[in-house]
């Protein structure tokens, strides 16, 4: 039997398989959704996902057995990220009573899921306004514990398997293209230009383990939040080559997916949230290569179904916007240095948050990166007291050193930074005036302040809750305040009372204005 056939002849099977299901399960509770390389029988509180007998070149699903393999290699893969929702490999078989899930011999294998609302997907959430800050983070977290715990490989990921995809990109778009779009030139240059000035840090990824087994196609629709966490799902099983890849380019797609939603902010979000937990910072030098790949290869699926049903508007919609964002992404960013000063408790990283998500910005964390150099976790408490543990004198010149470090990273990267830091001593600031003017960016300092009464107010309820990165206690806040010294009248400094309501967008305007950048839009 050719493959067509078959492909017949399992869709027969799941649509009796449904029928089945419908003495059950109410009409409604049964139905079936048919993708390209699949179709999932929805049946009450399960789903059963078939994988369609066909080889496309990069997907082979042309045996039983490959069905049977791929199968299980789904569920291998999309337990690490959704455990609560792959439930087993079932088999299908044909008995006196018609087909039945679980009997033998098997005609078919599927893979059996929970079944959950669709309201619940992080795209839909989106889009009914329902997706806050706080899932973001969950996200950004649940990510970053999933990478961190995956074995880098130099199997795959090489520079030049790095390249060719993209490559293959342009040219599939124009092949299904009648009239190939003027931006594909300028994309492919900027490709190949951007590779070649990387091609020796996509070597040193490929070689320092950043090459791991991820998720693959990591965007809002493939995102569940179910059982009040985020849960990936729908993985790459049926090609290595798209899920062993640089855990940045994973990022790329879901930051990517954001940016063409209009959520730019939740983007940055994302991206800061992860960092702090990942630490990789050197990664970012490649997020603009793999944002402008994982837009292209969404333009592409755009243009295959173009090339499938003629004059299909949303397809050529998406096709535009995808190569509009693609370009977007080439362009360059004005990079800044911004630094925030203040005694314990004066809300330096409570103002940053909205400045490094509205500005598009990456924020480097002291107390995140004073507890990275002794390998413990943003949130880890190190029961460290003044002047011992990971807070004598020399743990805070190293961590000032690491400040730096990262700053001059992303500045070279053309990302914009924000360091948040007491920066109570004049040297401090100094330093990074110096590095602005190396640099040649706009550099601003801002001066977070409250009454003493309300910083010991901040300092107790937050030592108490155990819930920020800071482990500054009272103790700490006494002695800043016995050495603590003021901007000099020279430095660029805008000075915040964060005892007072804080407009935020009054806040970005003086931030800007102190910048020179009235005019930057930081919507990538």
């Known amino acids: 039997m050719d493959l067509e056939a078959e492909d017949k002849q399992q869709a027969g099977r799941v649509r009796a398989l449904a029928d089945s299901c419908r003495a059950t399960w109410p009409d409604g509770a049964v139905r079936i959704i048919e993708t390209h390389i699949s179709r999932v029988l929805l049946a009450g509180r399960y789903a059963y996902k078939f994988k369609r007998p066909l080889?496309?070149?990069?997907?082979?699903?042309?045996?039983?057995?490959?069905?049977?393999?791929?199968?299980?290699?789904?569920?291998?893969?999309?337990?690490?990220?959704?455990?609560?929702?792959?439930?087993?490999?079932?088999?299908?078989?044909?008995?006196?009573?018609?087909?039945?899930?679980?009997?033998?011999?098997?005609?078919?294998?599927?893979?059996?899921?929970?079944?959950?609302?669709?309201?619940?997907?992080?795209?839909?959430?989106?889009?009914?306004?329902?997706?806050?800050?706080?899932?973001?983070?969950?996200?950004?977290?649940?990510?970053?514990?999933?990478?961190?715990?995956?074995?880098?490989?130099?199997?795959?990921?090489?520079?030049?398997?790095?390249?060719?995809?993209?490559?293959?990109?342009?040219?599939?778009?124009?092949?299904?293209?009648?009239?190939?779009?003027?931006?594909?030139?300028?994309?492919?240059?900027?490709?190949?230009?951007?590779?070649?000035?990387?091609?020796?840090?996509?070597?040193?990824?490929?070689?320092?383990?950043?090459?791991?087994?991820?998720?693959?196609?990591?965007?809002?629709?493939?995102?569940?939040?179910?059982?009040?966490?985020?849960?990936?799902?729908?993985?790459?099983?049926?090609?290595?080559?798209?899920?062993?890849?640089?855990?940045?380019?994973?990022?790329?797609?879901?930051?990517?997916?954001?940016?063409?939603?209009?959520?730019?902010?939740?983007?940055?979000?994302?991206?800061?949230?992860?960092?702090?937990?990942?630490?990789?910072?050197?990664?970012?030098?490649?997020?603009?290569?793999?944002?402008?790949?994982?837009?292209?290869?969404?333009?592409?699926?755009?243009?295959?179904?173009?090339?499938?049903?003629?004059?299909?508007?949303?397809?050529?919609?998406?096709?535009?916007?995808?190569?509009?964002?693609?370009?977007?992404?080439?362009?360059?960013?004005?990079?800044?240095?911004?630094?925030?000063?203040?005694?314990?408790?004066?809300?330096?990283?409570t103002l940053s948050q909205p400045l490094i998500e509205r500005l598009g910005a990456v924020r480097v964390r002291s107390d995140v990166e004073r507890k990275r150099l002794f390998d413990l976790a943003p949130d880890a408490n190190s029961a460290s007291t003044l002047d011992s543990g990971i807070y004598t004198p020399e743990a805070t010149r190293r961590t000032y050193d690491r400040l730096e470090s990262i700053a001059d990273q992303l500045l070279t990267g053309g990302t914009p930074a924000l360091v948040d830091a007491t920066f109570l001593k004049r040297e401090e600031r100094d330093r990074f005036a110096l590095l602005a003017q190396r640099h040649a960016v706009p550099f601003l300092i801002l001066q977070c302040q409250a009454p003493e009464s309300v910083l010991r107010e901040r300092v107790a309820r937050r030592h108490a809750e155990d819930s920020d990165a800071s482990e500054a206690d009272l103790t700490v806040l006494v002695q800043q305040l016995a050495h603590a010294r003021k901007p000099a009248p020279e430095e660029p400094v805008i000075t915040i009372d964060t005892s007072q309501p804080l407009v935020t967008s009054r806040i970005i305007e003086q931030v800007k204005s102190g910048l020179g950048m009235t005019d930057r839009q930081a919507d990538t």
């Open 55 to 349: 080889n496309l070149g990069f997907v082979d699903y042309s045996t039983l057995e490959r069905r049977q393999y791929f199968c299980d290699e789904e569920l291998r893969l999309n337990r690490r990220t959704a455990p609560d929702l792959y439930l087993e490999r079932v088999s299908v078989a044909e008995t006196t009573e018609g087909l039945a899930f679980g009997a033998t011999p098997a005609v078919e294998f599927a893979v059996k899921m929970l079944r959950f609302s669709e309201d619940e997907l992080m795209s839909r959430m989106h889009t009914h306004g329902r997706l806050q800050p706080e899932h973001i983070d969950a996200l950004a977290r649940s990510i970053a514990a999933f990478h961190l715990s995956l074995t880098g490989t130099t199997a795959y990921g090489d520079a030049e398997s790095v390249l060719a995809p993209m490559e293959e990109n342009f040219w599939q778009i124009r092949q299904f293209s009648a009239e190939p779009p003027t931006e594909l030139n300028k994309l492919e240059q900027w490709t190949d230009a951007h590779y070649r000035q990387h091609r020796a840090l996509l070597g040193e990824r490929h070689q320092g383990g950043f090459i791991r087994e991820c998720h693959g196609d990591l965007h809002l629709n493939n995102i569940v939040f179910h059982n009040g966490r985020p849960q990936a799902f729908d993985g790459i099983e049926f090609n290595p080559q798209l899920r062993f890849i640089d855990t940045v380019s994973e990022i790329a797609f879901l930051t990517m997916d954001l940016f063409d939603r209009n959520a730019g902010s939740l983007a940055w979000r994302f991206l800061n949230r992860y960092l702090e937990w990942t630490g990789d910072f050197v990664g970012l030098r490649l997020l603009r290569f793999y944002q402008v790949y994982r837009a292209i290869v969404r333009a592409k699926v755009a243009a295959i179904r173009l090339s499938q049903i003629a004059h299909d508007r949303q397809s050529r919609s998406e096709l535009d916007s995808y190569l509009a964002l693609a370009c977007r992404f080439t362009e360059k960013s004005r990079p800044f240095l911004l630094l925030t000063c203040g005694l314990s408790g004066s809300g330096k990283t």
